[in-house]
């Protein structure tokens, strides 16, 4: 049971946006057993659309095509199914009155002419309702092939995918299990952990497949199989795992299977009824940021500040004015500052605090571009880390966000 | 002049990961006027990638690939190449003695032998060396295409494609020009803009493309044209834009060029010696996060709050608690003092605050999820806007973020 993926829009050709729809169908359809073969971007032409659904449907079972429904000229993807099927557009009513319920409710003036002819769909289509805009979804097919046609906007997509396609996909095929496993890991490249589980890799299964996955400061290291049987399939994986496991305890901080890093921390907060809140010079908000994406963070999370310009480390944190004169604002000794101050002022269980160059320019003091301290400030005391993460912003904000969530879950864990 | 871009790699497939490096490689080719035909992602197997190489080859005349270039047993692009161009790996000496150095400067340990086998490359490839990694990039003809393969990680491909691979194209090839312009528009959907400048756009020459890329309360317009005469190009893409400017002048806040939002706030601020400070309730740092990502932030941005629990606006940013009281948390008053008391607190000029209920789970008072007070203190006094963002958590951050940089943007260009 193989599926593809076909977005359709110049934008995405021309860089003007990333594709997120892609990684949210592919993470989806792996979850109940459907591979992905190929993702394609193309263009909103004709002649392209056409020759790509043709060179998918020899391929695979299932083509999922995202964009080019909306109510403007550019987009024509539902004229072009009707060429590829044979087919012709028909007004459909029920499309017509979603369409007239969403600008009532949420819009609150008249549809014009041009979202009513939204309404217009290949008249063999079965429509899937779209509860979040005025393009339906649709699924139509092709001899064996079926065709699923939905809108670009990620939550309209979203929503469609999981209400209405994949319990329709799930009906429809007999599909193999698939079943991953990650391991989370901090503090080492991929070659030296290749070279410390080199004996473990070379034992493994040809049914199980690893692959490693490294990305600023972390690498996860992914198992995957697929076959009929999900109980052994899945003790086939979880036996390996618990091998890797072992192999690596000294840098594997947890599995991704289902949460992230902020989710573990967020859930042993939560937990142990602890409150954070946080201190961020160099990072700007990106902790704070990935902590608030978390539903329920109020719950642990007590607030933060972002203490950008020096002066406001004293001001609004309260830091000792003489120990940023004496060790400068990028130190160890102002960082713990940051966070035992913030841990006060937010009346919290942690506090975690940054401070460095993130770029392009340097600093006041003698440290180079990259430079960042990390401070936690916990139950059981005060401590930083020194790092250096290169020359490129983004990547030093990233990276010591990454490494801020790192320190947390092992002090968390430690207490 | 038509290019492919070909990624490899599970990750991307299982949706593990969001294939960006794409939309930059795009917008990059875009620049030199080379049009991105299709984006095609794959994975790491031996077939599947040759048959992408093939099928590539016969539309386009550069093929521009990444990933599968690490040192782990799962990558397997250059074994690839070397069947599909009949050459063979050989052993490179200034792939080794870059290998070499990264490992002596930046992870200060010898290099494994499998970090070494990176310097193994196609015989006949040209190598373009990759100062952030240890895997090469390397230059590839057949026949006519040529076929460029790049690490997968983002910061080395970045570096490879504009030092090493631009440079090369541009030598390489006469290109016609592309030049695209973008408006960017806040506060009406696409539909109601069509129906705005319909006359215009009947009217636009058939040279002249124009798209709608509608995302969370903003509709961007992008007019793009190629040809051989880069001045007429442009004076015809201009004068049509300086029309689409006059009809939407209403919701129109600028181009989208070579700037995005926060980069023009940064401007002018930075221009008139201004400052900026942010009280973050339900963006949760989201604001902060992207105002700091723009190089040079200190200059104007002094810091923010993050006050995520109710107690902390009285208590770290000094809002009168009768106010919450009488009120609720959520209100345009507290938005207000919010804002007041920010500006008070970092002693800036401006100051923007956020109050409300991202959800999924409501607060305390009468106000639904997705409801947010987003409120601006300047030097001409403190107003502020009531939003409802509908009830999927992400999407009201990012809208609620959208809004306030739009409502930011506005007053700035005001006083």
Known sequence: MLAEIITIGDEILIGQIVDTNSAFIS??????????????????DETHILSALEDAKKRVDLVLVTGGLGPTKDDITKQTFCKFLGDTL?????????????????????????????????????????IHGTAPGMWMEKENTVFVSMPGVPYEMKHLLTQEVLPRVIKKYKRPYIYHKTLLTYGKGESEIQEQIKDWE???????????????????????????????????????????????????????????????????LDLKKESLSLAESCTGGAIAREITAVPGASAYFKGSVVPYETHQKVSVLGVDETLIQKHTVVSAQVAQAMATQCAKLFGTHYALATTGIAGPTKGDGEDEVGTVYIAIASPSGVFSEKFSFGNLRERVIKKATNKAFEMLLKEILKN
Do not use: C, W
């Not at 499309?95 to 063999?124: C, D, G």
């Not at 899945?234 to 901080?253: F, G, H, N, P, R």
């Open 202 to 268: 070379e034992a493994l299964p040809t049914a199980i497949k690893l692959a490693y996955l490294p990305s600023l400061g972390r690498v996860r290291l992914r198992l995957s199989s697929t076959g009929p049987n999900e109980k052994k399939l899945k003790e086939a994986v979880e036996q390996q795992m618990d091998l890797l496991y072992a192999l690596l305890k000294d840098i594997a901080v947890g599995y991704e299977d289902d949460t992230n890093i902020q989710e573990r921390i967020a859930s042993l």
């Open 27 to 44: 993470q989806q359809l792996n979850a109940i057993g459907v591979k992905v073969y190929q993702i394609t971007s193309i263009q909103d």
């Open 90 to 130: 028909v007004e459909n009513q029920q499309v017509l009155s979603n369409i007239k319920h969403i600008f009532r409710t949420y819009i609150k003036r008249e549809p014009l002419l041009s979202n009513l002819v939204q309404a217009m769909v290949p008249a063999t289509a079965t429509i899937l309702n779209n």
